[in-house]
């Protein structure tokens, strides 16, 4: 079993910066590969990035170029440093991990979530 708690959700003007923070428990975190999505109210969840046990990285068109996903290990720690924001990128964030399977894309390939954390990004 893997809990997963994000942080560092909050507000920001378009163009500023943010990172959100995925704290997960468990002995065996580097071998999870874990991801970021994001849902607006009425709407599916959608693919963020992901990261491999190894820090193989993987980006939705979308965020291309402006956010980073990295973990640590040692800590148990996956990041997403969310920069250039934009008003569009306002939703709730979602921390998940999966240890088996290949999909990086489908909600429904990942075992386990986060609470979510909300970005406001002002314009």
């Known amino acids: 079993q893997v809990q997963l708690v994000e942080s560092g959700g909050g507000l920001a003007q378009a163009g500023g910066s943010l990172r959100l923070s995925c704290a997960a428990s468990?002995?065996?975190?580097?071998?999870?590969?874990m991801g970021w999505f994001r849902q607006a109210p009425g709407k599916e969840r959608e693919f963020v990035a992901g990261?491999?046990?190894?820090?193989?990285?993987y980006y939705a068109d979308s965020v291309k170029g402006r956010f980073t996903i990295s973990r640590d290990n040692a800590k148990n720690t996956v990041y997403l440093q969310m920069n250039s924001l934009k008003p569009e990128d306002t939703v709730v964030y979602y921390c998940?991990?999966?240890?088996?399977?290949?999909?990086?894309?489908?909600?429904?390939?990942?075992?386990?979530w986060g609470q979510g954390t909300q970005v406001t990004v002002s314009s």
């Open positions: 998940t991990a999966r240890q088996f399977g290949s999909n990086w894309f489908l909600p429904t390939s990942y075992n386990y």
């Open positions: 468990g002995r065996t975190f580097s071998s999870y590969a």
């Open positions: 990261i491999s046990g190894g820090g193989t990285t």
